[in-house]
Every structure is written in C-alpha cells, then in structure tokens.
C-alpha cells in the first residue's frame, strides 16, 4: 500500500535556527497538506498546495514557513527561524483529488525546539 | 467557521462494554465527517466516513445533523481499540482542509 514518507522522523533545533521537514506524497496524488500537532492539542491545518501553489493557509502559517515542491517527489515545509512554540509534531498529508476521505498521512516529525 | 467537538479526552471501559465516542460539529453548509484513529506509534488512519455508511473494525457512526453529531459507536470493545480518537470535518467539493476534534483517547480495560 502507497505511503507517504516523513523524514526525519524526529529533529532537534536551537530555537532562531531554520529547519526544513521533508515529505514524499504518494506519486499519483495532486494535493499536499501540512498539519501540526502541539503535545496534548488537537491536529491543526497549517497549508495546502496545488498545482505548484499554496491553495490555502491558516493563520499559524505565517512569514516564517513556507512549502515547496522542489521537484516531482518532495515536498517541503521550512521554518526560517524556529521559536519554542513551534515544538509540535508536523503531519504531511496528501490526496489524489480533495476530500479527506482520501487523505493519506505521513508519520509525522517532531520537532523540537530548545 | 468549523469548529469539531469531543467532550472527553479520555474513555476508559471494559473489554466487551459498549463504546461511544462523542463528537459534535458547527458547520454552515454541508459537512463531511470522518473519524480518524491513531494507534500507539502509528499514523493517523482513516476509519470511516459518514458518505459511505460502513462499519470498520465494529466500528459505526450516524451523522444527525438534527443533533449535528457524529457519535463513534461499538458494541463491544476489544483490547486492540485502545487508541486516540480523532472526529474530523471538512467542506464538500474540491480540495478541502480537515478540522479536526482535539481527540478522545480509548483505553479498554482487559
């Protein structure tokens, strides 16, 4: 069964550093999601992107994050200065067509910022 | 806005009680509802969805959006439930952002 691939599974980073979470989608999929969960929260929308553009966002995606897909597998989340109140656990998602019956997540990363 | 709610944090029973994991939802137009779960070290799983009425691992739900709830019901619990809950929501058509519950975590008690 196709997954969706989240590396590394767990990352530790000096708070003001830049860190970059990678995501491979399933290959056939056309959306891409990023959520976080902060420890004992519930799972928050973060961003969605299609078609090479983000298709929305919530209010926790500000100026520091942005996503990319730099190629035709990965897909990127990336925190240009990480604050303490970043530490969660980011989940990539990704469907074929919307919905999220057909969501597949990832295992999700946890960051960790000191 | 769409808002997910899921009164208990915590569900413990006994194995072969009944299950129920409550879940209520504000949303203006037509939802989709979904229930995910999310075993000890695993990922969130897709457990069921309210459009195709299907029973997973037991496991059923009824939208009544006289009541806007989405309750999570089984008859018997077994052991290998225990797990966190999750009750999601998300718009119809096109790509859709999910919100989620804050989750209900199930402990069956052997």
């Known amino acids: 069964e196709p997954e969706v691939t989240q590396t590394p599974s767990h990352q530790v980073t000096q708070m003001g550093q830049e860190v970059i979470l990678r995501c491979v989608p399933i290959?056939?999929?056309?959306?891409f999601y990023w959520y976080r969960q902060i420890l004992g929260q519930k799972v928050e929308f973060l961003v969605s992107f299609y078609n090479n553009e983000i298709s929305e966002k919530s209010e926790i995606f500000d100026d520091q994050f942005s996503v990319e897909r730099p190629d035709g597998s990965n897909f990127t989340l990336k925190i240009r200065s990480t604050k303490l109140e970043d530490s969660a656990m980011y989940f990539c998602a990704s469907s074929e067509a919307g919905g999220a019956g057909g969501y597949t997540f990832g295992s999700g990363t946890r960051l960790t910022v000191v | 806005a769409q808002r997910v709610t899921q009164p208990e944090k915590l569900l413990s029973v006994f194995k072969g009680a009944p299950v129920e994991l409550k879940c209520n939802y504000s949303y203006s137009g037509s939802p989709e509802l979904f229930w995910y779960v999310q075993y000890s070290r695993q990922r969130l799983q897709l457990l069921l969805r309210?459009?195709s009425r299907e029973s997973i691992k037991g496991f059923t739900a009824d939208l009544n959006k006289g009541e806007t709830s989405f309750h999570l019901k089984k008859p018997f619990a077994q052991e290998e439930d225990s797990a966190m809950y999750y009750c999601?929501?998300?718009?119809?058509?096109?790509?859709?952002?999910?919100?989620f519950g804050i989750g209900t975590k199930l402990q069956v008690i052997p």
């Open positions: 309210h459009i």
């Open positions: 999601a929501l998300t718009s119809s058509g096109g790509y859709q952002k999910v919100t």
């Open positions: 290959s056939n999929h056309l959306y």
